[in-house]
């Protein structure tokens, strides 16, 4: 744009192209400001409101543009007086504030939805991070305390994973990971609360799930992890802990341990099948 205006300003004045120059190459940039808008996610008041005076100065800009090719004597330099002139200056004015204004909105709207999705959601698998988990899991005892309903909670540890970190390197257990998570979730309802408790040991809240219905979805769970090679991908087993109670007041961390302690069971019982903290199961 300034090599555009160095011949209407410096070889041949001419204040009514210096207008029109500016005002195009403006009004396009606020369009397309306002076109990038459109295409960002998760868009809310701030965004529309900041898309809105990218498009209501770029028709400023455009009537401005307008107003000088159509009616030239309207405009003066130094001297101008016209009403399009005032129009422009109060809204390249307003707009310049309200622009700063939604830019610096918007960015802290995305660092929030980031900050929260990190904060919720396991950057690798998806589901639910430890913290998050046991908040929902606190919220999910305390709601069928209430209800007088039976809770079910499994910790579920693929066996040998060193073995296959060494075996595929870091970025297959990785794979695998992502593996046992899409194909625990097919076993899960939508209402489950499934989170990662740490490296690869995930945890599953079953809200109004007796220990009956419990050992039918671990049972699930290690079947479907054991079918994980049949179609050429990288085979993996899972171990799963059971525990079930009727939530009397206590937080999460009571029934974990008992979870735990299944856990622990079935690894020693030889791997590959779900332990329960009262009833030991069969194998998977
Ligand atoms: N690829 C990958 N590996 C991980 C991740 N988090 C933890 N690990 C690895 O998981 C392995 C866990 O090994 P161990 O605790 O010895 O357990 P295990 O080999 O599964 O043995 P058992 O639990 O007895 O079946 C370690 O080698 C960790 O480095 C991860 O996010 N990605």
Not at 222 to 235: L, N, P, V
Not at 264 to 279: D, L, Q, T
Request: proline share 2%.
């Amino acid at each position: 744009m300034a090599a555009l205006l160095v011949w209407p300003t410096f070889v041949h004045d001419d204040y009514r192209f210096r207008i029109v120059i500016v005002s195009v190459v403006n009004a396009c940039f606020f369009l397309a400001s306002a076109f990038a808008i459109t295409r960002m996610s998760a868009k809310g008041f701030v965004e529309y409101f900041t898309q809105f005076i990218f498009v209501a100065t770029a028709l400023v800009l455009a009537v401005r543009c307008g107003v000088t090719l159509l009616a030239p004597n309207t405009l003066q330099p130094l001297t101008n007086t016209s009403f399009i002139h005032y129009v422009y200056l109060a809204t390249t004015s307003f707009s310049i504030l309200a622009l700063s204004l939604g830019f610096i909105m918007m960015i802290n709207r995305r660092l929030q939805q980031r900050l929260e999705a990190a904060a919720f959601h396991d950057g690798l698998t998806g589901v639910f991070t430890r913290t998050a988990f046991f908040d929902s899991a606190n919220m999910e005892l305390a709601r069928c305390h209430r209800s007088g309903d039976k809770v079910s909670l499994l910790i579920i540890d693929l066996d040998d994973f060193k073995s296959i970190n060494d075996r595929f390197g870091h970025l297959g257990g990785d794979g695998v990971l992502i593996d046992f998570v899409n194909r625990t979730r097919q076993v899960l309802r939508s209402h489950d609360l499934f989170g990662r408790y740490g490296g690869e040991e995930f945890v599953a809240l079953l809200p109004v799930t007796d220990q009956k219905q419990a050992h039918e979805v671990a049972g699930r769970i290690c079947a479907i992890c054991q079918r994980s090679g049949e179609a050429g991908a990288t085979a993996f087993t899972v171990s799963i802990g059971v525990a079930t109670v009727q939530p009397g007041g206590e937080d999460i961390g009571a029934i974990l341990a008992q979870a735990d302690a299944a856990l622990y069971r079935a690894k020693r019982n030889g791997k590959n099948r779900y332990e329960s903290h009262v009833v030991i199961s069969t194998a998977a």
